[in-house]
């Protein structure tokens, strides 16, 4: 069965399950031709610091001055590495600037987001991102074609990502639950066992301060700032082409074309307009 068909002016696609979708010619093209996002009438989260589109995707770039988080994180008798019999103990640990890029495919927010850490704030599109010294980041082998540092959602349901009807409202609810996940649910070894590894482990020679969560939260007792001197590892990639990069895994290419997966998704996440 073709995933998508054009029978007068409407697009249908086919999902793999059997499900179908519609939306017509026009407004197929409107969306595809989306290429630089504007707000659109969506209020943005305080400390989202530059949004960009291709094709069906919009990204968000958001930014968390240094500070001192209080974390759920696995305990060191825990019984289990992750999911159901994991135990937990509270860390107060400081993290550097926080880099956040969420990926909404439409208006929906998408499973392949990422984490970054910076020494300083950013500035343009030029600054290079640092790998996130955190537990649930995953590191993939290979990281051909797979997200540089990958934001575990394991905990996000669909409820999360689509329950608000109105589609500005969904985009914050969204990206509001992404942040949650990353910071509230717990942090354990998800990554290590599913994907390969996280950050944090890949990051603990860099420094004896971060060696073990329990020497990061003692020195972020001592001196929060610290984590500003740390020598993070290095992605080696600016902003802008870890967004470029994030494009290319979707088969997003340079000119924005798009693969008949992209058109599925942009035609499945359509919202029908309310009348006036």
């Not at 943005?44 to 995707?57: A, E, Y």
């Not at 968000?60 to 305990?75: D, G, L, M, Q």
């Not at 649910?185 to 590894?197: A, C, H, Q, R, V």
């Not at 944090?200 to 969560?213: C, K, Y």
């Amino acid at each position: 069965m073709e995933p998508i068909k054009i029978e007068g002016n409407v697009v249908s696609a086919v999902s793999p399950e059997g499900q179908t979708a519609s939306m017509t010619v026009e407004e197929l093209l409107e969306t595809a031709n989306q290429r630089r996002m504007e707000s659109r009438g969506v209020i943005l989260p305080d400390g989202v610091k530059l949004l960009d589109s291709k094709g069906p995707t919009t990204i968000w770039v958001h930014e968390t001055p240094p500070r001192v988080y209080s974390f759920k994180w696995i305990a060191s008798g825990s019984p289990a590495r992750h999911g159901p019999g994991t135990e937990y103990c509270t860390v107060r640990i400081a993290l550097p600037y926080l880099v956040v890029l969420a990926a909404f495919e439409g208006d929906m927010l998408s499973g392949q987001n990422e984490c970054f850490f910076r020494q300083r704030p950013l500035q343009t599109e030029d600054d290079e991102l640092l790998y996130p010294a955190l537990l649930n980041c995953s590191k993939f082998t290979p990281q051909e074609g797979r997200p540089l540092s990958w934001i575990c959602t394991a905990k996000m349901g669909p409820e999360s990502l689509g329950h608000c009807r109105n589609p500005k409202q969904r985009m914050r609810a969204g990206f509001k639950a992404l942040m949650h996940c990353l910071l509230e649910t717990g942090f354990n070894y998800s990554s290590e066992d599913n994907e390969g590894s996280s950050w944090f482990t890949e990051s603990t020679r860099v420094d004896p301060r971060v060696s073990t969560v329990e020497s990061w939260s003692k020195a972020s007792g001592e001196n929060a700032l610290f984590v500003l001197d740390v020598p993070w590892l290095k992605t080696g990639l600016s902003l802008r082409q870890v967004i470029d990069r994030m494009y290319a895994y979707r088969g997003i290419g340079g000119n924005g074309s798009l693969s008949a997966s992209d058109l599925v998704r942009m035609i499945f996440n359509r919202r029908p307009k309310k009348p006036k």
